[in-house]
Nanobody
């Protein structure tokens, strides 16, 4: 059974950067579609970014609100997916999760890593 662990969150000032890591154990995730999501208390979890690999090319998607500021990437040697977050805003404050897409759903959610951005 694959397990995902998120790390890299913290409390930062607006305009600075953080790099989140989603590290997998149990099996390799290099061929999986991995998604990053975030959730604020009282609100639904929302999609942030995803990365996939079909053996030929990489496919990446971003939510409109992070385009140009966040970058998702893979580190296959460490069996993880990274989320580089730049120019952070107070509204980026949330609990960030990663998950593996299976079929049309995301599963194997990690426990999340908290990002707090103060203005």
């Amino acid at each position: 059974q694959v397990q995902l662990v998120e790390s890299g969150g913290g409390s930062v000032q607006a305009g600075t950067s953080l790099k989140l890591s989603c590290t997998a154990s149990g099996r390799a995730i290099r061929w999986d579609i991995i998604g990053w999501f975030r959730q604020v208390p009282g609100k639904e979890r929302e999609f942030v970014a995803s990365i996939g690999w079909n053996g030929v090319s990489t496919s990446i998607s971003y939510a409109a609100f992070v385009k140009g500021r966040f970058a998702i990437s893979r580190d296959n040697a460490e069996n993880r997916v990274l989320l580089q977050m730049n120019s952070l805003k107070a509204e980026d404050t949330a609990l960030y999760y990663c998950a593996i897409r299976t079929g049309s759903e995301y599963n194997f959610w990690g426990q999340g890593t908290q990002v707090t951005v103060s203005s």
